[in-house]
């Protein structure tokens, strides 16, 4: 458990040894809880690790960057305009693929949403990724 757990708030923050410090507070804040009010402690564990994470990134200041991209010297302002120009360079369906995606939503609550075959939502997806992450590269100049 504490393994998977690590893994998916390393996926967040990008660095094992701050994954490992917020995995074990979720493990100390687990046993601070009344466990029986808990219905799943596993998703509740994956639920706060997240959250750990994300509040990681925002108090550092940190987010995670692409692969390639010249980002030295550019601040988290900055770095939020680059997201958006490059999401604005994509069709309307692709920016609400990669949103809902983001915020979690499965394939078939995609497709419902958008209005599209649930079969066709992984090609789409990965389409509009590659299109953002070759935007995204070309705005911050690490094209």
């Known amino acids: 458990m504490y393994t998977k757990l690590t893994f998916r708030i390393n996926s967040i923050v990008k660095r094992v040894d701050i994954a490992e410090e917020l995995a074990q507070e979720c493990f ?14 596993v998703g509740w564990l994956f639920k706060v690790g997240e959250n750990l994470a994300y509040d990681y990134l925002r108090s550092a200041r940190e987010i995670p960057l692409l692969e390639g991209a ?4 550019i601040n988290f ?3 939020v305009e680059l997201v958006k120009e490059a999401l ?11 949103l809902l995606r983001e915020k979690g939503y499965k394939y078939k609550e995609i497709a419902q949403k958008l209005g599209i075959k649930e079969s066709s939502v992984g090609q789409k997806l990965c389409r509009a990724q590659a299109r953002f992450k070759k935007s995204y590269l070309k705005l911050s100049g690490g094209e």
């Open 70 to 73: 010249k980002t030295s010297g």
């Open 28 to 41: 100390a804040r687990l046993l601070r809880e009344d466990i029986s009010s808990i219905n799943n402690p």
């Open 77 to 79: 302002i900055d770095e």
């Open 88 to 98: 604005a360079t994509l069709t309307e369906e692709e920016q609400k693929l990669l």
